[in-house]
């Protein structure tokens, strides 16, 4: 996995239907020690939820995405299918830029929608991880032989500029309700970032999570299963592997809940008792009292008013909505408003 910017840009065919433009190739944990003394730091304790996935944290997640109370996944995808052909009509792309591609997985509604109507955009799949790109791209010119695939390998929370200056029309897509997992600044600046780099013809779909039920929203981060509490968990053994450092998670255990006044659910890992941990990467050491917690991930949660909110505040307005029955999640296709933010 690579992220950061280095600057250069290096193209190169995998196959005749895939091209891979790496603009990011700075090691995904390179910043790693100085996110923890940061983190470790502060009064209320965090890690960014990006070092959860590594290749044990990556296949835990694969398998919350199957648990019965895990909703959002299976949500969005159902939604995706029933709504993706008429997306492609009304947008009629010649480009699907997917940022945070990861497997493609749900990007196959669009291009099961493509054949039935002799539709061939180019897909410009985005992530940080080059084999990804690679294994998902080979995949689906498998399932698809019409399909040209251009990815780029780039962290799209700090790189969107390299995607500027295409001249034609384009479908970007941000899924998974992964927008949720950034504060509400944050979740601004990267959608006026997106917007920035649109022209007037392009489009924007993005899945968010929607405020629901509390214990709906609480089991489906807390599954009877315990691959949530092993995913959270999971930071630890990176931090261990990674910085040398000392953790033994039997001594920590996960918690979330869903935190009302702040419309999120919170993932924290809280310290069974006190303790000291030494890091052989990092001169300090982190001191735990009992039931102290360090927070690993949120994941915000909308009503269809706050976030189109947030879309007006980023320069968007909403041209169609999708959800189910039960509202449990949405899709917003936008588009940009006049100027630049």
């Known amino acids: 996995m690579e992220s950061g910017f280095s600057g250069i840009l290096t193209a190169h065919a995998v196959q005749d239907r895939i091209n891979i433009t790496t603009i990011t190739d700075r090691p995904v944990y390179q910043d790693l020690a100085d996110d923890v003394a940061s983190g470790l730091s502060r009064e209320q304790k965090s890690l960014p939820a990006k070092y959860f996935y590594d290749e044990r944290g990556s296949d835990l997640f694969d398998r919350i995405c199957l648990t019965p109370e895990y909703y959002p996944t299976r949500t969005e995808d159902e939604l995706l299918s029933c709504c993706a052909a008429d997306i492609l009509e009304c947008i ?4 699907i830029v997917e940022l945070g591609s ?3 997985r749900k990007t196959r509604h669009f291009f099961d929608a493509c054949e039935r109507r002799n539709i061939k955009p180019t897909y410009r799949p985005v992530d940080i991880c080059g084999q990804m790109l690679l294994h998902a791209g080979s995949r689906l010119c498998g399932l698809y032989p019409w399909l040209e695939i251009d ?6 929370t700090a790189d969107l500029q390299h995607l500027e200056d295409r001249n034609e029309r384009r479908l970007f897509a941000f899924l ?5 997992n950034f504060t509400e600044t944050e979740a601004c600046t990267f959608l006026s970032e997106v917007r920035n780099i649109m022209r007037h013809d392009d489009r924007l779909l993005v899945g968010v999570d929607r405020v629901k039920d509390h214990g709906i929203l609480n089991a489906a981060y807390n599954d009877a299963e315990g691959l949530t509490a092993e995913f ?9 592997r990674e910085l040398g450092a000392g953790f033994n998670p039997d001594q920590f255990e996960h918690r979330a809940w869903f935190n009302e006044s702040d419309a999120q659910i919170e993932m924290h890992l809280r310290a069974i008792r006190a303790q000291k941990v030494r890091m052989r990467d990092l001169p300090n050491r982190f001191c735990f009292e009992q039931d102290e917690t360090i927070l690993t991930e949120i994941s915000r949660k909308f009503t269809r008013n706050s976030f189109e909110q947030l ?5 968007l307005d909403t041209e169609a909505h999708f959800e189910p029955d039960n509202s449990y999640f949405s899709l917003f296709l936008v588009r940009p408003t006049s100027g630049r933010i």
Do not use: W
Not at 151 to 156: I, R
Not at 176 to 180: E, F, P
């Open 232 to 240: 959270n968990l999971n930071m630890l053994r990176v931090l261990n």
């Open 311 to 315: 879309l007006a505040a980023a320069g």
């Open 151 to 156: 990815a780029m390998v780039l962290d799209y």
């Open 92 to 95: 009629h792309p010649h480009s």
């Open 176 to 180: 998974g309700g992964t927008l949720g």
């Open 102 to 104: 990861g497997a493609s």
